[in-house]
């Protein structure tokens, strides 16, 4: 464990993530395709009678995107460097050297789409007409390269392809299995994402029902390349994930006591159900644009905040137990070190560097085991609480089946001693009141491995013929 | 087990390996460009505090003959923090590329403190927004919400400047976290804390000065050497601040200096000739603000922004220089191996030149027409009077 853990009570950092990201990626995506919006509106009032009154409605399309991106969107773009940074240093790390300069490149684009906007927006009154229309296109090409850049690096974390850690090579980490497909579903629901954002700010006119009419009219038709592809697309982005993934999702996972969970499969249905609803919205307004209403447009615009709530859940979900798969553990255990069995049986704290001095088998021990190993994902009693996982355990059913942690499929490898697990398990029981300490737990082990039969046979029984096998029922 | 034994193995025992990557090029070019950008993004906020600071005292003021600056003055704060953001990415970047070990670890140790910058941030811009948009519709709340965005503003450099400099402490690391594993502490250990912080706020006042030089010469060029005369003096004034939380500042940090100081300025030769040519560029810009007021020439402004790229970007480097040092016994830059990312470095500094390129040709474009604007509500606004 090279980094310390961010051990936030109740939330985890993980879930710290997950906040920022969901927010910043509907921003995000409403940042570039709001700029396609912008360049092809311009072009449209350039060649329509009602040309100045589209670009009236056009400024206060832009002034809200303008405040809603810049102020929402790009901090919590930094927001997200902000917390990976905190919920998992080794693979940011990682991430930021292998490549530095892609995310360089990245800035130079933000950079460039921040300043054409200021230009855009700051000089609406007095540029000319052509000027204006070049400033919302090069904005939108220069916004949708950052996206490029993006999705190179958010699609290596799933699908690294042909990457290693070895051979380094960043174009096969970059253009990886699920770059292009994931690249075109972005671009498309961000075509859709503008779209929406221009019926919201239509549905507020009040003065030209006719004129509402043409420009919601206009807006609703950004869904029309996103309903004709997206099934394909999905198809496509489906045939690059792991194996394992499609595994899970096909048949949940076996919970820590038996059990199904079954979440990634919850957040995909969670995302086509809101990409449907906001289609068929979307799809409805189109064919009676009078019917469009700032309460519906908002409510499709907080349902597509759910659809990004869903695909980043199971984006996130679809690596576990990797937060670069094949590669790095979300617990920062490393691929390689995973592999090597000496490895993993060593005193585990002897191995950690983020940990004051405390007595074997204590309490102690067992927290800090908790802290470094399991607190990167696990909170104790919040989100994805340990405490409800474990309400059932005994300390002899913890530890073994701790030996075993990796054969769920989204858990890493318990990495350390017999000791350690001893003394995990004896804190995670400890965390609803059981008493038992880790030197009696490695007690009862050693009695029941001599022949007696005691609870532990019987937990060793369990752990062998269900939850091993991933064959017990649900129970819960 | 010795005491004194256990607290100094602590620093090496807790110091994470460097990442398996490497460099991706030999350190000094994403050291100067982390120079450059980081120069640029504190200018960036050195001006948006300033102008909130300076904006707040023409709200308390109450008189009309500042109308004109602080209209200027609230509707550059959106714009300056928004390049305060971008221009902090690079060094952001490069932070974590070169010394991302000690980085990774102080952020984690602050954790809670550190990510509750972001949701400040959002506050801080929004209120910027707000009153850029709203002034004239709630006039007497202003002064309120653009207090808020400053001290929002100041607690983001606060945190900063607490961060840093906990990054270069290994020693305080294992006690805090033992402490507090949920971040939810800060390095008030620190002796130099509160003279850097000094020392970003004296830049505040210079680089707010500096705009309103700007737009004073602008003023007298178009001919109305009232307001413009007027402007250059409220900048002037403002400056003056700077040298004395400069001086201060520099006081304390001799005062708080550490061992690792001071065999920096006796091993490192670049220490002098970089304190000289930080002196240099305070003169030009204490020259460029002074005597510009009541001028038409750009020279005056040129200049005073010149001076104050030269003073930043010295102190920057300086900044280094002291951490290198600090960070010797556990870090050296020379020991990571260089893992070559020659045509990624190309690609980006390709884009660079043509983004900035593009930039160059666009402001060309634009500026005047902005310019025109501005003239045109000021002329209006006359009239009315």
Redesign the interface.
């Known amino acids: 464990m090279?980094?310390?853990?961010?051990?936030?009570?109740f939330l985890g950092?993980g879930l710290?993530v997950a906040i920022?990201a969901i927010i910043h990626v509907l921003i995000s995506h409403l940042a570039i395709g709001g700029g396609a919006f912008l360049f092809i509106a311009e072009v449209w009032s350039n060649r329509t009678e009602h040309g100045d009154r589209i670009r009236d409605w056009l400024h206060k399309y832009a002034t809200w995107f303008l405040?809603y991106t810049?102020?929402?969107g790009?901090?919590?773009g930094?927001?997200i460097?902000?917390?990976i940074?905190?919920a998992n240093?080794e693979a940011?790390?990682?991430l930021?050297?292998?490549f530095?300069?892609?995310?360089?490149?990245e800035?130079?684009?933000?950079?460039?789409e921040?300043?054409?906007l200021?230009?855009y927006f700051?000089?609406w009154?007095?540029?000319s007409r052509s000027?204006q229309v070049f400033?919302a296109g090069?904005y939108f090409v220069i916004s949708w390269m950052s996206l490029f850049i993006i999705n190179g690096i958010l699609s290596f974390m799933l699908t690294p392809g042909d990457w290693t850690?070895l051979n380094?090579d960043?174009f096969l980490g970059f253009f990886n299995p699920g770059f292009f497909p994931s690249l075109l579903i972005r671009t498309l629901a961000m075509f859709m994402i503008g779209g929406l954002f221009g019926i919201i700010v239509a549905a507020r006119v009040t003065d030209d029902s006719d004129f509402k009419e043409r420009i919601i009219s206009f807006s609703s038709k950004w869904i029309i390349p996103a309903a004709v592809a997206a099934p394909f697309l999905l198809l496509w982005y489906w045939s690059t994930l792991p194996e394992n993934t499609i595994e899970i999702f096909k048949s949940g996972v076996t919970g820590v006591m038996g059990g199904k969970l079954e979440a990634l499969t919850r957040y995909f249905w969670l995302a086509i159900i809101a990409a449907g609803l906001i289609l068929a919205g979307i799809a409805f307004i189109l064919i009676r644009p009078r019917a469009a209403s700032l309460t519906g447009a908002i409510a499709l615009f907080l349902i597509a905040q759910f659809g990004v709530l869903g695909a980043e859940f199971f984006r996130e979900m679809a690596r576990k137990p990797y937060v670069i798969y094949g590669v790095l553990y979300s617990n920062g255990l490393w691929q390689s070190d995973a592999d090597n069995p000496e490895y993993m049986k060593k005193p585990y704290l002897d191995q950690a560097?983020?940990?004051?001095d405390v007595e074997e088998l204590s309490s102690e021990h067992g927290e800090w085991v908790f802290?470094l190993q399991c607190a990167a994902c696990h909170t104790r009693d919040g989100y994805r609480a340990i405490s409800t996982r474990t309400k059932d355990w005994t300390g002899e059913f913890g530890f073994k089946w701790l030996e075993t942690l990796d054969q769920q499929g989204v858990m890493p490898k318990f990495q350390g001693s017999a000791e350690d697990r001893a003394a995990l398990s004896a804190y995670l029981v400890s965390l609803h009141g059981d008493t038992i300490t880790a030197g009696d737990i490695l007690a009862m082990v050693a009695e029941a491995e001599t022949g007696d039969t005691t609870s532990v046979t019987d937990s060793s029984a369990v752990m062998d013929t269900s939850v091993v096998t991933g064959e017990m029922e649900e129970s819960k | 087990m010795n005491i004194s034994v256990f607290l100094t193995a602590i620093p090496v025992m807790v110091m994470p390996t460097p990442d398996p990557l490497g460099f991706p090029v030999p350190p000094i070019i994403l050291q100067i460009v982390a120079y450059l950008t980081l120069s640029l993004h504190l200018l960036a906020m050195n001006f948006t505090v300033g102008a909130a600071i300076l904006l707040l005292y023409s709200k308390v003021r109450k008189k009309t003959e500042y109308d004109g600056t602080a209209f200027f003055l609230g509707s550059s704060l959106p714009l300056g923090l928004s390049y305060v953001i971008t221009l902090g990415i690079p060094p952001l970047l490069i932070v974590q590329v070169l010394y991302g070990q000690m980085f990774y670890s102080s952020s984690i140790l602050v954790g809670t403190f550190w990510i509750l910058v972001i949701p400040i941030l959002v506050f801080a811009y929004a209120g910027f927004y707000l009153h850029k948009f709203k002034r004239f519709d709630y006039p007497k709340h202003q002064w309120i919400i653009i207090s808020l965005s400053l001290i929002f503003m100041l607690y983001v450099g606060f945190l900063f400047v607490n961060n840093i400099t906990l990054s270069w402490s290994p020693s305080e690391w294992l006690t805090m976290y033992s402490n507090h594993p949920g971040g939810g502490t800060l390095n008030f250990n620190e002796r130099s804390l509160h003279p850097r912080f000094t020392l970003f706020l004296g830049g505040a006042f210079a680089m707010a000065a500096i705009a309103l030089i700007w737009r004073g010469t602008l003023f007298n060029r178009w001919g109305y050497e009232k307001e413009g005369a007027f402007s250059q003096r409220f900048g002037r004034n403002a400056f003056l601040l700077s040298p004395i939380l400069w001086g201060v500042s520099a006081v304390g940090i001799y005062m708080t200096r550490t061992e690792s100081i001071n065999e920096m300025f006796a091993e490192v030769s670049a220490t002098i000739p970089l304190m000289v040519t930080g002196i240099v560029g305070f003169v030009l810009l204490t020259a460029g603000i002074v005597l510009s007021v009541g001028r038409k020439s750009w020279l005056y402004p040129i200049v005073s922004s010149l001076g104050m790229l030269i003073v930043m970007a010295s102190a920057v480097v300086f900044r280094d220089l002291s951490r290198i040092k600090t960070l010797e016994p556990y870090f050296r830059l020379e020991n990571v191996p260089i893992e070559p990312q020659w045509e990624m470095f190309i690609m980006f500094a390709v884009a660079l030149v043509l983004g900035t390129g593009l930039m160059i040709f666009l402001s060309i474009k634009v500026f005047p027409n902005i310019a025109s604007l501005s003239r045109e509500r000021f002329e209006s606004k006359l009239a009315k009077n």
């Open positions: 090279n980094y310390p853990i961010w051990d936030i009570p950092a710290v920022i405040v810049t102020v929402f790009a901090v919590t930094v927001g460097w902000f917390s940074q905190l240093a940011t790390s990682l930021i050297h292998q530095v300069f892609a995310w360089a490149i800035w130079v684009a933000f950079l460039g921040l300043t054409v200021y230009f700051y000089g009154k007095k540029n000027l400033l090069a850690i380094k960043i560097k983020w940990h004051p802290r």
